[in-house]
């Protein structure tokens, strides 16, 4: 079983920044990607942005320059660095793990984008 574990959420003003950070733990089976999934009230979840082992990226277009995902090599732990946010990004975010074996979700961390 795999442990997926979120933090840096909370209430930002329009134009400020956040780090999230995701930490895996367990039985991780030859890891090869993780990503950030967002979920707004009432929408559908989306990917946010995704990271390989081998380092190939990909972003939500609405996310591109304002958004980096990052991980920390030889550890299954990944950041997402938001800049520039707008109150579209209001969400609760949400960091995947796939192995594979699987795909393990976190519990989620609450982002607030309001003036």
């Known amino acids: 079983q795999v442990h997926v574990v979120e933090s840096g959420g909370g209430l930002v003003q329009p134009g400020g920044s956040l780090r999230l950070s995701c930490a895996a733990s367990g039985s991780i089976f030859m890891l090869y990607a993780m990503a950030w999934y967002r979920q707004a009230p009432g929408k559908q979840r989306e990917l946010v942005a995704r990271?390989?082992?081998?380092?190939?990226?990909n972003y939500l277009d609405s996310v591109k320059g304002r958004f980096t995902i990052s991980r920390e090599y030889g550890k299954p732990t990944v950041y997402l660095q938001m800049n520039s946010l707008k109150f579209e990004d209001t969400a609760v975010y949400y960091c995947n793990v796939q192995d594979r074996a699987g795909s393990s979700w976190g519990q989620g961390t609450q982002v607030t984008v309001s003036s």
């Open positions: 990271i390989t082992t081998e380092g190939n990226i």
